[in-house]
């Protein structure tokens, strides 16, 4: 049974800084892409990062880049994403994803799997 739980959400003022962290479990073995989506109150859910299984391709929105940065550990199987310079607007809920691909993936339906989500709050 695949899980993935994330942690690292929390309240930060603007233009501070939190990681995330994503701890895949039941994926040993098996090849996966990872993105990082999120949810704010009353509007659809965005992708916000991606990386590939081995980390030679990474994309991000341009709501976050050059201000955050995904990464992946395999031999853990986690994966992270630290988010700086925290502007009100990144307030949301933060779900980390994988998907049973190798390449970069930037389509949501792509992603089979899904965690419980972490709240991330940034308060001007």
């Known amino acids: 049974q695949v899980q993935l739980v994330e942690s690292g959400g929390g309240l930060v003022q603007a233009g501070g800084s939190l990681r995330l962290s994503c701890a895949a479990s039941?994926?040993?073995?098996?090849?996966?892409?990872i993105g990082w989506f999120r949810q704010a109150r009353g509007k659809e859910r965005e992708l916000v990062a991606t990386?590939?299984?081995?980390?030679?391709?990474?994309y991000y929105s341009d709501s976050v880049k050059d201000r955050f940065t995904i990464s992946r550990d395999n031999a853990k199987n986690t994966g992270h994403l630290l988010m700086n310079a925290l502007k009100p607007e990144d307030t949301a809920v933060y779900y980390c994803?994988?998907?049973?691909?190798?390449?970069?993936?930037?389509?949501?339906?792509?992603?089979?799997?899904w965690g419980q989500g972490t709240q991330v709050t940034v308060s001007s």
């Open positions: 994803a994988a998907s049973d691909r190798r390449a970069l993936v930037t389509t949501t339906s792509a992603y089979d799997y």
């Open positions: 990386i590939t299984w081995y980390a030679d391709s990474t």
């Open positions: 039941g994926l040993a073995f098996k090849p996966y892409a």
